[in-house]
């Protein structure tokens, strides 16, 4: 079982920042990818970035250049440090956790519950 929470999310300017941070407990396996989700109402649920053990990661097209996710795997934390917001990065951002149980070839998700972000005009 893992446990995630969210927090840094709030109101800010269009060309602010913020930082939001999750922190993870429970039963984490190593091999894991920690990442982050947004949903804004009415769409889908979309990556906005994640990042492995090894610190390799992946951002969606949109915030590439503006935000920086990282973790500290020793207190099972992930950030995303967000910078130059716009009002399309409004949403609700979640915090994923996802292990790989490679005994049984399975993926297992976890997710946080959510942290508003709205970035005015």
């Known amino acids: 079982q893992v446990q995630l929470v969210e927090s840094g999310g709030g109101l800010v300017q269009a060309g602010g920042s913020l930082r939001l941070s999750c922190a993870a407990s429970g039963s984490i396996l190593p091999n894991n990818v920690m990442g982050w989700y947004r949903q804004a109402p009415g769409k889908q649920r979309e990556l906005v970035a994640e990042?492995?053990?090894?610190?390799?990661?992946n951002y969606a097209d949109s915030v590439k250049g503006r935000f920086t996710i990282s973790r500290d795997n020793a207190k099972n934390t992930v950030n995303l440090q967000m910078n130059s917001l716009k009002p399309e990065d409004t949403g609700v951002y979640y915090c994923?956790?996802?292990?790989?149980?490679?005994?049984?070839?399975?993926?297992?998700?976890?997710w946080g519950q959510g942290t508003q972000v709205t970035v005015s005009s």
């Open positions: 994923n956790v996802r292990i790989r149980i490679t005994i049984v070839s399975r993926d297992v998700d976890y």
């Open positions: 990042i492995s053990r090894d610190g390799s990661a």
